[in-house]
Nanobody, 120 residues
Framework: QVQLVESGGGLVQAGGSLRLSCLTS????????MAWFRQAPGKERRFVAE????????SYADSVKGRFTISRDNARNTMDLQMNSLKPDDTAVYYC?????????????WGQGTQVTVSS
C-alpha cells in the first residue's frame, strides 16, 4: 500500500513563494512518474506538473510554466514543487499523485492535499 503525504501549504501574498513536499511510503516509487495536481473551489482537479521516474524529464501546465519547478529525490522518497511568483489564481488544494496503473494490478494514489492560498 502506498501512502502520500503533502506538506508546505499555507497563506502567501501574491508574488511570494512556497515549497510543497510529498513524502511517500509503503513501497518504492522510483520506477514511476509522479505528479502534482490542484483543485480550486468549485472546479475540477487539474494537472500542474509531472516528473519522470529518474527526474530527467518534467512537464508543466501552461499556467505554471516558468514559475513552478517539480523535483524528486528517490533516495529520500520525496517529491517537491517549488512555486514562485504566486498569483491569486494559484489558490487551490494541491495533491500529490502516483499512478501505478502502468503495472498490472497497480492503482492510482493520491495524498490528502495541502491548501495553498494566495492573497492579492
Amino acid at each position: 500500500q502506498v501512502q502520500l503525504v503533502e506538506s508546505g501549504g499555507g497563506l502567501v501574498q501574491a508574488g511570494g513563494s512556497l515549497r510543497l513536499s510529498c513524502l511517500t511510503s509503503g513501497r518504492s516509487l522510483s520506477s514511476y512518474p509522479m505528479a502534482w495536481f490542484r483543485q480550486a473551489p468549485g472546479k475540477e482537479r487539474r494537472f500542474v506538473a509531472e516528473i519522470s521516474p529518474t527526474g530527467d524529464r518534467t512537464s508543466y501546465a501552461d499556467s505554471v510554466k516558468g514559475r513552478f519547478t517539480i523535483s524528486r529525490d528517490n533516495a529520500r522518497n520525496t517529491m517537491d514543487l517549488q512555486m514562485n511568483s504566486l498569483k491569486p489564481d494559484d489558490t487551490a488544494v494541491y495533491y500529490c499523485n502516483a499512478d501505478l496503473r502502468v503495472t498490472p494490478g497497480g492503482m492510482n494514489y493520491w495524498g490528502q492535499g495541502t491548501q495553498v492560498t494566495v492573497s492579492s
